[in-house]
């Protein structure tokens, strides 16, 4: 008993020094490590600053007291309280703590004048804090204490056809306008590229389309202001919220995209809110429906054909499709003189994912599995053999294949919605898919024929066209390779540790509490960060050529019969795909 309460009051110490001390440790010594490479400007008024970190630091402080007092325990997911608050700062916001900590990073990188803890170190916090939440804390919140019908003043309201209350209104336009307001402020704010749409109408000398841009975006923005307030359910002002988060991001990428469309901003916005009112204020997400009744679509579109003892699958057409773009997209970073090189990297990479899916998942269900963890393994393997015995960069050659991995997992990812594999967990008929084809993994080996499950498949095709969109841009203004594989494997990390709470796969092995494919999540994330701090300036270079496109027309060809071919009557080892 002794021995017991020891070991717990050890771990509740160690859990303490870890997020108290080695954690703000860490973020300090990565914003100070990565001080040389980012040379945003910074806030000159130090005093806001401060006020930022000061009110993190209340938030933080009332958080863990109404935790000691009222949940009669301490903020420790390892080691939960008692009882779960809802009083008090948590009928505000759910997670003060965290959100405190964000709030002082950011003021303190102000305070401190730090370039790189305002504009790398505090967002990419914010990101891991935000993941560590929807990844593990919900989940395990719900575990503890069971499900609660508990919303904070800064939630999202229940998904009902009830009436808004004056509250959840007045907190939509917190939620919504002040993201919104912060982000494209951020924008503008680190010296991107203004208006480019300057020039003078014919018909008149003083009026430019500037000028009549902005005042048709002053009209949207009345209208956009009007909309929480006639939003007559719950699940419309739900949606609302949700869409302009949506809005935010998909402009915010459309700028770094296209760095000089800073009107993507109230462009996007102004298209949304137009798609309110010309849908009567009853826009129910009809886009998303479009997307998912599409995806759900291609999910149950199996098909196969047989060749004497030959198998071909049409999923294997995607992985081959992943194959071909990522070998294309490496090879032109590679230039034609190492092309041949990255094509054989690929071949590592597809060795690698086959043999970590037979030692993590492989079963008599699952004959000849792909795991991405194990292509990453053998494609870093064989980037450091190669760079050991040709005359390459070892950090040039992994950021070549750093910038085709998202659109490689992108499109491989529709393989899986074919296949059945990396599946989600049951979830609302609203968002999830059906897959009722007799032949999928999720019915074959999971029993979830006809269940709406989370779409994880597109969640992470999602995440990866976000990873490739902002590595392009981080490649088009310069950066160091070794920084673009260091944020590669961040956003990476933090995609699949969100993605893996969601996904429902039986085979899936557990450690300490979590998901392994989530501590792997975490070890990608520190090793990004890592990255990030290296003193190294080379960088890569985009240089098309032929030789690369027959190359990755052949690994297409490849990956299509590795991923897409098998020998469903024969027995020998990795003859077949999947059991009969």
């Given at each position: 008993m002794i021995r017991e309460k020891m070991k717990v009051l050890a771990g509740k110490l160690l859990y303490g020094i870890l997020f108290v001390a080695v954690i703000p440790s860490l973020l300090i010594l990565w914003a100070k490590q990565t001080g040389v490479i980012i040379k945003l400007p910074v806030l000159e008024e130090t005093w806001s600053g401060y006020i930022l970190a000061a009110s993190g630091i209340a938030l933080i402080v009332a958080g863990m007291l109404h935790i000691w007092f009222l949940g009669k325990g301490l903020p420790m997911n390892a080691f939960p309280p008692e009882r779960l608050v809802t009083s008090g700062i948590y009928a505000f916001t759910k997670h003060p703590i965290y959100a405190g900590a964000v709030l002082v990073s950011f003021g303190l990188s102000v305070s401190f004048q730090s370039s790189s803890g305002l504009w790398l170190v505090s967002p990419l916090f914010t990101l891991m804090t935000a993941a560590w939440v929807a990844g593990f804390e919900n989940e395990r919140t719900k575990e503890v204490f069971g499900d609660q019908n508990y919303t904070s003043f800064l939630s999202l309201p229940h998904k009902d056809s009830h009436k808004p209350l004056i509250k959840e209104r007045i907190s939509a336009y917190i939620l919504v306008f002040v993201p919104w307001f912060i982000v494209y402020k951020a924008w503008t704010f680190s010296g991107a590229p203004g208006d480019i749409l300057l020039t003078k109408l014919p018909f008149g000398e003083d009026l430019t389309i500037r000028q009549l841009s902005n005042a048709f975006y002053m009209v949207m923005l009345f209208f956009a202001l009007a909309i929480p307030v006639v939003l007559k359910s719950r699940a419309f002002l739900r949606l609302f919220i949700t869409s302009m988060w949506s809005a935010v991001i998909i402009a915010l990428l459309i700028c770094f995209a296209f760095p000089a469309a800073m009107r993507a901003f109230n462009l996007v916005w102004a298209l949304m809110v137009a798609g309110y009112f010309a849908t009567g204020l009853s826009l129910n997400g009809w886009i998303w429906d479009l997307i998912r009744l599409q995806t759900e679509k291609l999910a149950n579109s199996w098909r196969e054909w047989r060749l004497g003892p030959v198998r071909i699958i049409n999923h294997g057409f995607y992985g081959g499709a992943a194959g071909l773009a990522g070998t294309l997209i490496a090879g032109s970073f590679l230039g034609p003189e190492y092309t041949v090189i990255g094509f054989t990297v690929m071949i590592f990479v597809i060795i690698g994912a086959g043999l970590w899916a037979q030692f993590i998942e492989g079963s008599p269900k699952l004959l000849r599995p792909y795991g991405y963890y194990g292509g990453l393994i053998g494609g870093l393997t064989a980037c450091l053999l190669v760079s050991m015995i040709f005359s390459i960069s070892f950090f040039a050659l992994v950021a070549s294949f750093a910038m085709a991995a998202p659109?490689?997992?992108?499109?491989?990812?529709?393989?899986?919605?074919?296949?059945?594999?990396?599946?989600?967990?049951?979830?609302?008929?609203?968002?999830?898919?059906?897959?009722?084809?007799?032949?999928?993994?999720?019915?074959?080996?999971?029993?979830?024929?006809?269940?709406?499950?989370?779409?994880?498949?597109?969640?992470?095709?999602?995440?990866?066209?976000?990873?490739?969109?902002?590595?392009?841009?981080?490649?088009?203004?310069?950066?160091?390779?070794?920084?673009?594989?260091?944020?590669?494997?961040?956003?990476?990390?933090?995609?699949?540790?969100?993605?893996?709470?969601?996904?429902?796969?039986?085979?899936?092995?557990?450690?300490?509490?979590?998901?392994?494919?989530?501590?792997?999540?975490i070890i990608n994330i520190v090793l990004g960060a890592v990255c990030t701090t290296i003193n190294d300036t080379g960088t890569i270079v985009f240089q098309f050529n032929i030789k690369s496109v027959f190359l990755a027309l052949l690994m297409g060809l490849i990956v299509m019969f590795a991923s897409g071919v098998d020998f469903p009557s024969s027995n020998k080892r990795f003859a077949r795909l999947t059991s009969n």
């Open positions: 659109w490689i997992q992108a499109t491989g990812r529709l393989r899986c919605l074919v296949q059945g594999c990396c599946h989600g967990k049951p979830s609302d008929p609203a968002i999830g898919i059906r897959f009722t084809h007799p032949l999928s993994r999720v019915n074959k080996i999971s029993g979830l024929n006809g269940v709406a499950l989370h779409p994880t498949q597109l969640y992470s095709i999602a995440s990866n066209l976000i990873s490739g969109i902002f590595l392009i841009w981080l490649y088009t203004v310069g950066m160091p390779s070794v920084f673009i594989i260091g944020i590669y494997l961040i956003l990476n990390g933090l995609g699949r540790f969100v993605e893996e709470s969601l996904r429902g796969e039986a085979q899936t092995p557990y450690l300490a509490g979590m998901r392994i494919y989530q501590w792997i999540a």
